[in-house]
């Protein structure tokens, strides 16, 4: 096995800012390609985010919101971007106890993905979360409307076929809860 | 279990263009909120994407390629977007093959995920390939530079744990193949 590290690097020669928004912003780089020639490259930036995996007993927490750039009601995990300087950690436990209304005794790291590498930065970083308790009510964003939910497994395989959880955090915390049922571990 | 389809819809009250480039665009709506205030969305159009999941023996193809909004090298599955008109089924092919010169039996949908439904549309369609059968050079896009790997599954959990996997897509790919190695079904 071998992994060429840096042969393929493209290199900055120009950045356009196009947009600077309250989510996301956008630039265009123009790149060096590792053959001299030129080409563009279009590329969001994201503050990041978290997304929390939390079983009761044998259900796990979900949300159900709507999403605009789907127009239409999503079921997923509890999620939400760092606020600016918060620790990712910190930003988990907010998350679900804002969204859910649940705290926890701890959470662990399960793992951490860029969701679409190809134009953007966003990173998405996954606990789980362990000795859940209700502690009160939601305490929403002022711009967020959404419902607690809690799902067996079979409800959630059942979620996925019906597209009603189509998004790759809450696909991937169905497919780690399988794993974890055939083997007692998160990752 | 109870769904609120309706209730939470955000409408939209106006969409300003902001950006149109090769393979993303940007629009900023304003929308009326479920509670009859307004907030604005900022959302990034993309054509869709494709990946395949292709074992030969024991091994996963994979592929190693610079990645300009992470600034290094990622190890990925099989991928690429859309051409314009193209069925997502051909395109799996047709990226297999030009990104590893490999040529398959038989594509069978794995699932579909929205990469990331907080800004944008892109929808990634996942399939697993069969019958492989290695028949020819490359064929790269102009501005397209990259290695073609096989790796075992060991060698796949240890670069998780090195971060040179680390898109969501891969990441699907490598608990998907855990799933299959314990049950020898991929969903």
């Known amino acids: 096995m071998s992994l060429v590290k840096s042969d393929y690097e493209e290199v900055t020669i120009s950045t356009k800012p196009i947009f600077n928004g309250k989510v996301i912003s956008l630039q265009v780089d123009e790149v060096q390609l590792p053959n001299g020639q030129t080409a563009t490259r279009e590329l969001v930036k994201h503050p990041g985010a978290v997304a929390v995996i939390a079983l009761v007993d044998d259900r796990m927490i979900f949300v159900d919101q709507f ?26 436990r907010r998350e679900l106890e804002e969204e859910t209304g ?7 790291h399960v793992c951490s993905f860029y969701t679409s590498p190809g134009f953007a930065d966003e990173i998405l970083h996954i606990y789980v979360a362990e000795g859940l308790k209700q502690v009160g009510e939601l305490k929403l964003d002022e711009d967020e409307f959404l419902d607690c939910l809690l799902l067996t497994f079979e ?12 998004d790759s955090k809450t696909i991937f915390a169905v497919y780690a809860w399988q794993i974890y049922r055939l083997t007692g571990k998160w990752s």
Do not use: N, T
């Open 67 to 92: 999403r605009k750039p789907l127009e239409r009601m999503q079921v997923e995990i509890p999620a939400g971007k760092l606020d600016s300087g918060e620790e990712p950690l910190e930003a988990a």
């Open 102 to 108: 649940y705290a926890c005794e701890s959470l662990s």
């Open 155 to 166: 409800d959630a395989q059942r979620l996925i076929q019906e597209q009603r959880i189509s």
